[in-house]
């Protein structure tokens, strides 16, 4: 914890989710689990954003949603797929219109599984992203 | 005659977490007409009762939706019950009850947050989201899962709550009910709130019923039917309520329902744990569901259809759903033309719109 | 609960009148639902008139057109682009029609199958 020195800003999209993990996201916001302490913001700007917060299976029409939502969002950037429909489909694989998980469309770099997803692992989540994302940055520093 | 424009609204944008997309066509700051968009969730899960067994396809049903899950699951088993002609036990018909309006509470705290959000009161928005975060906690205590517990099963339920746990459930209610007090004092009076609310968004009782609105929507225009009292499943019948009416049409009265629906639910549970009987919580079943059933019950967000026909085989043939938002989207379009434009997001949120129902 | 049982079959051409006369009851289009027979379908259409429920089905060959009744009930329009879109019935008139882009997934008539 004492390692987390910036204050980076989540955006969360809800792909195909049934609303189990986007309101779980959302209390992890408030202030009984309070995401907020780590000097996490929620923004809905993907501009804004270092972390995407992503619940639900991707389908045929959220996937270029999804896309220009992962292309907007500046360097270095971490996913983090929230609930087993992100992951792999879940329990809606085998419906006609999933394509499944959200690494189909987009690289995954943390998974958190759970139907739905308990606020404790979407936070621990959260903050294995901010691992990530220091590695990214200071792979991205030695590039420069 | 001022400039037409089309605005694009959603799907990803701050007022709610899910997607939805309307093209508002305005005129000036004013909304003309504005035309749904949706199918960025539908995941097509009523055709996946031809792949499950009829025992396994409730665990589906309760994922259409993360807020209404309980009544949603529920319900689907009513319908095979009926289909069965089982009779499940006193208890396990209370037990439910208790559930849904625990549910109840749930969603409209759950509601009033995203309001307070809505029209950026914050504080007021984490205020609802603490309180309704206790219920969680019960949901926990009682069945394990916070959002989705599969707790129901054919012929009854799969948990029993001791009587010390529904005392301290009553005992933790009557605590909340104060601090809803508090929160809700808030919407009915603060004079931001009322200038946010009050006089927009008219839905006459005429439209309402033409326009087919359900639940509190419908409720907020005057009508006063409630699918609890009508075709008073699980132990609806046994308990004394009136449905909650408004009579303006405008949003504060579809706030002030949902605010009334909290105190009731409250109340509803504390009858419903004075009552309960001892007693089995499931009844033993055999055979396959042969047969169709129309079942409604009340959702949080108003009365939800579902409809099940069974040939006898391990899968049933058809399971409708119609949620209670897709009947409400007709209503919110009328309620949307001729608003402002900064009023749309706090409007679309009156109805208590649940797209993940919806769409399916 | 017994009346949630009565369902009156009706033919396509009967379906706008009954719709005339539960709109002229004061009552409301509470859902619309097709369900898939071999060759053909069964489109059931309740109403809701005082709380009293009342179904009808149509029960029609791959094919035949329905006429719409999003004109006498406005919601109408939203289930009757579903059921068009995943289904195939064919419905004309309807008052928003979606030419089955409702929720513009990328199979053809899911549920004829």
């Known amino acids: 914890m004492a390692d987390i020195t910036k204050s980076p800003w989540i955006m969360h999209y809800d792909a195909s989710s049934c609303n189990g993990c986007d309101i779980e996201v959302l209390a992890c916001l408030t202030p009984l689990y309070d995401v907020e302490r780590f000097g996490i913001i929620n923004t809905g700007n993907p501009k804004h954003a270092d972390i995407l917060l992503i619940t639900g299976s991707v389908n045929t029409q959220n996937q270029e949603v999804v896309k220009q939502l992962y292309e907007q969002m500046p360097e270095p950037k971490v996913v983090v797929a929230i609930g087993i429909c992100a992951c792999n489909g879940g329990v809606f694989k085998e419906c006609y219109n999933v394509l499944g998980g959200v690494d189909k469309v987009i690289p995954v770099d943390v998974y958190v599984p759970g139907c739905a997803a308990r606020p404790q692992s979407i936070v621990d989540g959260v903050v294995k992203g901010l691992g990530v994302l220091k590695e990214k940055r200071e792979a991205m520093k030695k590039k420069a | 005659m001022g400039n037409r424009s089309v605005i694009p609204f959603g799907p990803q944008h701050p007022v709610l977490p899910e997607p939805i997309h309307l093209d508002l066509v305005i005129e000036d700051e004013k909304v003309v007409q504005a035309i749904p968009n949706i199918g960025f969730i539908h995941r097509g899960l009523e055709k996946l009762v031809q792949k499950r067994d009829f025992t396994d396809y409730g665990y589906v049903v309760e994922r259409i939706c993360g807020i209404c899950s309980y009544i949603h699951g529920m319900s689907y088993y009513e319908v095979i019950e009926h289909i069965m002609g089982i009779e499940i036990p006193e208890r396990a018909k209370y037990l439910r009850t208790i559930w849904s309006e625990m549910s109840r509470v749930h969603s409209h705290l759950l509601w009033l947050g995203l309001l307070a959000d809505g029209f950026g009161f914050e504080a007021l928005f984490y205020q609802c989201w603490r309180l309704r975060e206790k219920v969680l906690d019960m949901f926990e205590a009682s069945t394990g899962g916070r959002v989705v517990f599969s707790v129901n099963t054919i012929g009854g339920v799969l948990k029993d709550m001791d009587s010390s746990m529904l005392k301290s459930f009553v005992d933790i209610f009557q605590d909340m009910d104060k601090e809803i007090h508090k929160c809700c004092d808030i919407f009915l009076k603060d004079y931001t709130v009322e200038t946010r609310l009050k006089d927009v968004g008219i839905l006459t009782k005429e439209n309402a019923v033409l326009l087919g609105a359900v639940g509190p929507t419908m409720r907020g225009s005057g009508i006063a039917v409630d699918t609890r009292k009508k075709y008073s499943y699980a132990a609806y019948d046994k308990l004394d309520f009136e449905p909650c009416v408004a009579y303006e049409g405008d949003s504060f009265a579809r706030c002030l329902v949902r605010i009334e629906e909290l105190y009731q639910s409250i109340d509803l549970i504390r009858q419903a744990v004075d009552k309960i009987p001892a007693g089995d919580i499931i009844t033993p079943y055999k055979g396959k569901p042969n047969g169709e059933f129309m079942f409604r019950a009340e959702q949080p967000r108003g009365e939800a259809i579902y409809y099940g026909k069974a040939n006898g085989t391990n899968h049933l043939e058809r399971f409708r759903i119609r949620t209670p938002t897709f009947a409400n989207i007709t209503p919110m379009l009328n309620i949307l033309a001729g608003a402002q434009l900064a009023d749309v997001p706090i409007l679309v949120l009156t109805i208590d719109p649940c797209i993940s129902c919806t769409e399916r | ?113």
């Open chain 3, 1 to 113: 609960m017994s009346d949630l049982y009565e369902i009156v079959p009706i033919t396509p051409e009967q379906l706008p009148i009954v719709a005339m006369e539960k709109k002229a009851q004061g009552g409301r289009l509470v859902q619309i639902c097709a369900t898939r027979r071999p060759n053909g379908y069964e489109v059931l259409y309740s109403f809701d008139v005082e709380t009293q429920l009342y179904n009808y089905r149509l029960d029609i060959d791959e094919g035949v057109e329905v006429a719409s009744i999003s004109e006498i009930f406005p919601p109408a329009f939203l289930y009757e682009n579903e059921v068009s879109e995943l289904f195939g019935v064919p419905i004309k008139g309807i008052s928003i029609d979606f030419q089955g882009k409702l929720y513009r997934i990328e199979a053809t008539t899911p549920f004829k199958d």
